[in-house]
């Protein structure tokens, strides 16, 4: 067993004995991965045929049983079950049909507000306003002030026009309010209305695919081609060498060049006239390849932000919720100060971001919507939230991401002909392999065997595994992971 063979490589890794008993197990859960199909099997394919005559589905996989799935098990259509390490590309917190979850709509206040589907902006429920103070203020990094949206791309869309509400106010002072000039030209997209400002991303982002956070998503061709975009500066984000113990001078003077860069790129997009807003950034940019950056490069970042007054989102959609062991990634950084504006998604279930005074805008219809978010997933979070602090979830991530981090490593000695740069922090894991191809046979064989972990960038494989993931669910990982190596190799 995989387990035997991590005793030598795991003596400094905290045991966690208790796991395999221990009350963050959701019952029900299968003992292990049963494939009895082919994948995607034949009830699988006929449905992805069905579906093809609706919509283009050249990206769906498989077809999945919710009714039946639990835990860290995804099972499909075909019957077959998946260990699911990639949980609907980190968006699922506490496993398949958690008990806590299912409970929630059976209170029919709760039912309710589910069905009636409110539109908060104007006509919220009474307990609104306790549920954003004692939920989602409950896990704020610091900020005073949230916004609720039902995605990633709208919060982040939504939260750009927040960086740039507040910087115009500042230009504008205290008490000026809008001339008729910015009212007219506004609505035919000119200055001053619709001003020359912009905001700085870097190479390898993903912030959404909607046509603002689109202009600052640089991790893939296919999400952009054919679609007009926006002449905002585009950043180098750090690419390191691994292990980075073995490397801190390089990958030192990685950061500073980087840092160069941004600092270079606003004062010559400010030169010009169109002024840098804000900074967009990810504390470990996900899609683009799990690129992950040093608290240093943060708090200088942070520090060129404030200097330049632009404002600082640090986009925490895929990697907040406690993917990382803290609930916030950006924790890591010990920054200065919370950042101005801090986006979620998935594993929060609600979209949304919270927020500094000066990002809130003094007028209201400035960051509007019909639903702005959903009090229904409001109600899931606060059984989430609920789970992770009682059952301490943040510290069994961080224990089962050592388990994985370690075992990773020790398949990267044995095949280094095949990986290479094991990173991330807690259980948001990835490893490179040495080509695209080689990348998306593992990925392929993985499934085949009832594994499903994730692709990112060009060549590297990524774990997002719940935050009940435990040391046998790792080793059953590692196992297969194994396997399919010896196979590919």
């Known amino acids: 067993m995989w387990s035997r063979q991590l005793n030598?490589?795991?003596?400094?890794?905290?045991?966690?004995?208790?796991?395999?008993?221990?009350?963050?197990?959701?019952?029900?859960?299968?003992?292990?991965?049963?494939?009895?199909?082919?994948?995607?099997?034949?009830?699988?394919?006929?449905?992805?045929?069905?579906?093809?005559?609706?919509?283009?589905?050249?990206?769906?996989?498989?077809?999945?049983?919710?009714?039946?799935?639990?835990?860290?098990?995804?099972?499909?259509?075909?019957?077959?079950?998946?260990?699911?390490?990639?949980?609907?590309?980190?968006?699922?917190?506490?496993?398949?049909?958690?008990?806590?979850?299912?409970?929630?709509?059976?209170?029919?206040?709760?039912?309710?507000?589910?069905?009636?589907?409110?539109?908060?902006?104007?006509?919220?429920?009474?307990?609104?306003?306790?549920?954003?103070?004692?939920?989602?203020?409950?896990?704020?990094?610091?900020?005073?002030?949230?916004?609720?949206?039902?995605?990633?791309?709208?919060?982040?869309?939504?939260?750009?026009?927040?960086?740039?509400?507040?910087?115009?106010?500042?230009?504008?002072?205290?008490?000026?309010?809008?001339?008729?000039?910015?009212?007219?030209?506004?609505?035919?997209?000119?200055?001053?209305?619709?001003?020359?400002?912009?905001?700085?991303?870097?190479?390898?982002?993903?912030?959404?695919?909607?046509?603002?956070?689109?202009?600052?998503?640089?991790?893939?061709?296919?999400?952009?081609?054919?679609?007009?975009?926006?002449?905002?500066?585009?950043?180098?984000?750090?690419?390191?060498?691994?292990?980075?113990?073995?490397?801190?001078?390089?990958?030192?003077?990685?950061?500073?060049?980087?840092?160069?860069e941004v600092e270079d790129l606003i004062e010559k997009y400010n030169k010009k006239g169109t002024y840098v807003a804000g900074i967009v950034v990810e504390p470990i940019q996900s899609e683009g390849g799990d690129n992950e950056a040093s608290p240093e490069f943060f708090q200088e970042l942070q520090r060129i932000a404030k200097k330049h007054r632009a404002g600082l989102l640090i986009d925490e959609v895929q990697t907040g919720a406690g993917a990382t062991g803290k609930m916030w990634c950006h924790e890591y950084f010990n920054l200065e100060s919370p950042p101005d504006i801090v986006t979620f998604s998935k594993k929060m279930l609600t979209g949304g971001f919270f927020h500094t005074l000066d990002m809130r805008p003094k007028h209201p219809y400035r960051i509007f919507n019909t639903w702005l978010g959903d009090p229904g997933k409001l109600f899931l979070l606060e059984a989430v939230v609920k789970v992770i602090k009682q059952q301490n979830l943040l510290e069994q991530v961080q224990k089962t991401g050592n388990r994985l981090k370690a075992g990773l490593l020790d398949l990267e000695k044995q095949h280094s002909n095949l990986l290479n740069s094991t990173r991330g922090r807690g259980s948001f894991l990835s490893v490179n392999t040495t080509d695209h191809g080689l990348r998306d046979k593992i990925l392929e064989k993985l499934k085949q065997k009832g594994v499903i972990a994730g692709g990112c960038g060009d060549h590297a494989i990524r774990l997002r595994p719940s935050l009940v993931f435990q040391e046998q669910h790792a080793d059953i990982f590692l196992d297969k992971f194994s396997q399919v190596l010896n196979d590919v190799k």
């Open 8 to 260: 030598g490589v795991l003596k400094n890794v905290p045991k966690i004995g208790s796991l395999r008993t221990t009350a963050t197990a959701v019952p029900g859960e299968p003992k292990g991965p049963n494939i009895v199909t082919a994948v995607p099997g034949p009830a699988s394919k006929k449905l992805i045929a069905d579906l093809n005559t609706i919509n283009q589905s050249g990206s769906v996989q498989l077809f999945a049983d919710y009714d039946k799935s639990i835990g860290n098990y995804l099972i499909d259509v075909d019957g077959n079950v998946f260990l699911d390490a990639f949980t609907q590309i980190s968006s699922i917190p506490i496993g398949y049909n958690h008990p806590e979850l299912l409970k929630v709509f059976h209170e029919d206040h709760k039912l309710k507000a589910l069905v009636n589907r409110p539109a908060l902006g104007v006509y919220p429920g009474k307990d609104w306003p306790e549920k954003l103070r004692n939920v989602l203020l409950s896990v704020s990094p610091g900020l005073p002030q949230v916004m609720t949206m039902m995605c990633g791309s709208c919060s982040n869309e939504n939260a750009y026009k927040a960086l740039f509400i507040s910087y115009r106010a500042k230009e504008r002072g205290e008490n000026v309010d809008f001339s008729e000039l910015e009212n007219t030209s506004c609505m035919v997209n000119k200055p001053p209305g619709s001003p020359n400002l912009t905001l700085l991303s870097f190479h390898g982002a993903f912030h959404g695919r909607t046509m603002g956070t689109l202009a600052t998503t640089h991790s893939k061709a296919i999400h952009k081609l054919d679609v007009p975009s926006l002449d905002w500066p585009i950043a180098h984000f750090p690419r390191y060498k691994y292990p980075l113990e073995e490397n801190v001078r390089e990958n030192q003077a990685e950061d500073q060049k980087c840092l160069a």
